[in-house]
């Protein structure tokens, strides 16, 4: 079974960063493409950001397009997400997924759309606060 881990959460200031980062045990992430989501409390989860396999595309949402930056490690079979620039606004509970889908006949892409993942991680918190 995939198993998915994020770590890197954190409490920082408003203005600060932190680096996400999603592990895998069982199969090798650059072969899937994986998404990033967060859910703040009260809200529903919600697809921030997104990395094809193979890197050839990735796709960010406007609240976060600027500031976060999404990155693969293959040597250390890690996906990162760079998040800058930090607001209050970020506060939330951030996971990583993937749709499981490792079709190499099928042109790389990626979805933010949370419905259509099929292993999460547990999620990292992150707490943006002065």
């Known amino acids: 079974q995939v198993q998915l881990v994020e770590s890197g959460g954190g409490s920082v200031q408003p203005g600060g960063s932190l680096r996400d980062t999603c592990e895998a045990s069982?199969?090798?992430?650059?072969?899937?493409?994986i998404g990033w989501f967060r859910q703040a409390p009260g809200k529903e989860r919600e697809g921030i950001s997104c990395i094809s396999r193979g890197e050839y595309s990735s796709y960010y949402v406007d609240s976060v397009k600027g500031r976060f930056t999404i990155s693969r490690d293959r040597d250390k079979n890690m996906v990162y997400l760079q998040m800058d620039n930090l607001g209050p606004e970020d506060t939330a509970v951030y996971y990583c997924?993937?749709?499981?889908?490792?079709?190499?006949?099928?042109?790389?892409?990626?979805?933010?759309?949370?419905?259509?993942?099929?292993?999460w991680g547990r999620g990292t918190l992150v707490t943006v606060s002065s």
């Open positions: 997924a993937t749709d499981g889908n490792g079709d190499p006949t099928q042109v790389p892409g990626c979805t933010i759309v949370p419905g259509r993942m099929e292993y």
């Open positions: 069982r199969i090798s992430l650059d072969l899937y493409a």
